[in-house]
């Protein structure tokens, strides 16, 4: 019951909020929906009995991608963007002109023809996931897991961790020679004092 | 079930009846609601308190009076607050935008109140001990960020844009030794779940974390330096820096929004001091085990807690009216200089501590095997 209350609010949350990113032509209105998508996908993992993912998405995704995206979108001018598309296409956002379409067109439609393919039996999956209402938390064996058996996947990945944070210590790391525009500022400041 | 209020209730002969005639299902949902709403009301409520405390803490410090009209000893100053707030006209800036300013205070708010989730006030009364308690309340108290964030883009104006960033980067910021002295504690309790992380605080306070061992004496002081950062108190109130941003990313809030935003804070402050009692300082246990198995001894817990939360709260409000605001260099540099290599330091000395003595604590190691 409660996980079936929990699935229908999430999707409803990641379908819709996918919807309206999709549509928006404000990127930074974007990015909140985007956030509406994450959270709802963290709801998902909920329904399946994945606590610690769940906690793990709204941990990164929440906390630290949707802000750098936040950043990103609004240090490069989050602008309404004029749609760029030809003269019937002008209802869709920009996403490239009517070959691209055409090209698109033809992907989703072998992408949906596989979809259903491989969803005609999503209605007798579904009374299984209705059944099923037993819940074990998984942090315990994700724990034993990492140290264990995936061991090298761990200290590898700690590994591309490790080198992300010395390369950003690289680029922050401040130059030895002082740029021009803050000489020209204490000189200004200098040539003040020297008035007054 | 186990682990939820909604169980706890459950073992109760007359809830029992109720859950006889309306099902197991439907009496969980009401239990789940009614102690929402009560600790909702009980925040809501702490929070406006805190700025009563605020005020009236500040002019202990600086030899005023603060308020003192409405009520005894300008008790009930946060109704007339709170009313005033209300009934104020709701400005929006013409250019702002409007959508994300609207939902801005929204998600600040949200973010903090979604940890109360977790908050264990006593050993029952917690709305629900997840596996991943401790996990969930960082994770979900990202929000506040992006509600800053946000309410300082939307309001299109150059001191909230400013404040916004600094909250951002900030609170991003100390996000990590933060979350590496939780860590250390993790490490020593063995379980990310808040019950697991208290459990073994029982007793005395000898028995807290914060006395373990001297890497989690020093882990202490890292930890609560950071939430003060990650609340965006004093001496790290950069956000909101009045004498440089106005007031930072709620320079354009009017009335109830800015009363939002105002809440969240105060109520963050509450909910992470909360969280370091549950860490170091023995959270909600009451020595030599009163009236155990008893509601009384949950009432009693929830006194424990309470009262070294708001010595805490107390803390934070003395810290932010004794100390001068830091620059936006020397903030970056005590986090990432100071604070994150002092963090990993202490994880790594945690570790080896447990390794090498077994897992006992110091005092533990003194007096033989201690009391429990």
């Known amino acids: 019951m409660f996980a079936n209350i929990l699935f229908s609010v999430s999707s409803l949350l990641v379908i819709s909020s996918c919807i309206l990113m999709m549509w928006t032509k404000n990127l930074m209105h974007s990015c909140v929906y985007l956030l509406g998508v994450l959270i709802g996908v963290a709801g998902l993992y909920l329904t399946l009995g994945a606590d610690f993912v769940a906690a793990t998405q709204i941990m990164v995704y929440v906390g630290g991608v949707v802000i750098l995206m936040l950043f990103a979108v609004m240090l490069t001018g989050g602008k309404d963007y004029q749609s760029q598309t030809q003269k019937i296409l002008n209802l869709f956002p920009s996403m490239g002109n009517k070959y691209t379409f055409m090209w698109g067109v033809g992907v989703a439609f072998v992408f949906g023809c596989t979809l259903i393919y491989f969803f005609r039996n999503l209605f007798s999956v579904i009374k299984v996931i209705e059944s099923d209402d037993s819940y074990t938390p998984t942090i315990e064996r994700l724990g034993e897991l990492l140290v264990t058996d995936h061991l090298v996947a761990f200290e590898i990945s700690s590994v591309l961790l490790l080198g992300a944070l010395v390369g950003a210590a690289i680029i922050a790391r401040p130059r030895k020679e002082r740029p021009a525009f803050i000489d020209d500022i204490v000189d200004d400041h200098h040539h003040d004092e020297e008035h007054h | 079930m186990e682990n939820t209020i909604a169980g706890y209730f459950l073992s109760f002969a007359p809830v029992q009846h109720l859950a006889d005639s309306l099902g197991v299902g439907f009496t969980s949902f009401l239990i789940f609601f009614a102690f929402c709403t009560l ?201 909101e820096a009045e004498s440089e941003l106005v007031s930072g990313y709620h320079t354009e809030y009017t009335g109830i929004r800015f009363g939002l935003f105002a809440l969240a804070e105060y109520i963050e402050i509450f909910v992470v001091s909360a969280v370091s009692v549950s860490l170091f300082l023995g959270g909600y246990h009451i020595p030599f085990g009163l009236l155990e198995g008893t509601f009384s001894n949950e009432i009693l817990q929830f006194g424990s807690l309470f009262l070294k939360t708001c010595a805490l709260y107390y803390v934070v409000i003395w810290v932010r009216w004794t100390f001068p605001r830091l620059r936006v260099d020397q903030l970056m540099s005590i986090c990432w200089k100071y604070l994150t290599p002092i963090a990993i330091f202490n994880l790594v000395g945690t570790a080896i501590w447990i390794v090498a003595f077994d897992g006992r604590s110091m005092f533990d190691l003194f007096f033989g095997s201690g009391v429990h």
């Open chain 2, 39 to 239: 600790f909702l009301v009980i925040l809501a409520t702490v929070g406006g308190f805190g700025t009563i405390a605020e005020r009236k803490i500040s002019a202990d410090l600086q030899a005023r009076i603060g308020p003192n009209r409405v009520g005894p000893y300008g008790l009930f100053q946060l109704i007339a607050d709170g009313i005033k707030m209300i009934s104020k006209e709701d400005i929006m800036p013409r250019s702002a935008d409007k959508f994300l300013y609207y939902l801005a205070p929204f998600l600040s708010l949200f973010g903090v109140v979604c940890t109360i989730a977790v908050m264990p006030f006593s050993k029952n009364l917690i709305l629900t001990d997840l596996n991943v308690g401790v996990f969930y309340a960082i994770a979900i108290s990202s929000l506040v960020g992006v509600g800053i964030f946000l309410g300082g883009y939307a309001s299109n104006s150059k001191w909230s844009l400013l404040g916004g960033m600094r909250g951002a980067s900030q609170i991003i910021s100390y996000e990590i030794p933060v979350t590496l002295t939780i860590m250390m504690i993790v490490l020593i309790a063995g379980g990310l779940s808040f019950n697991t992380l208290v459990a073994e605080q029982a007793g005395m306070p000898w028995n807290w974390y914060i006395f373990h061992n001297p890497f989690t004496f020093i882990g202490f002081f890292v930890f609560f330096i950071s939430t003060l950062a990650e609340t965006n108190r004093a001496p790290f109130d950069l956000p």
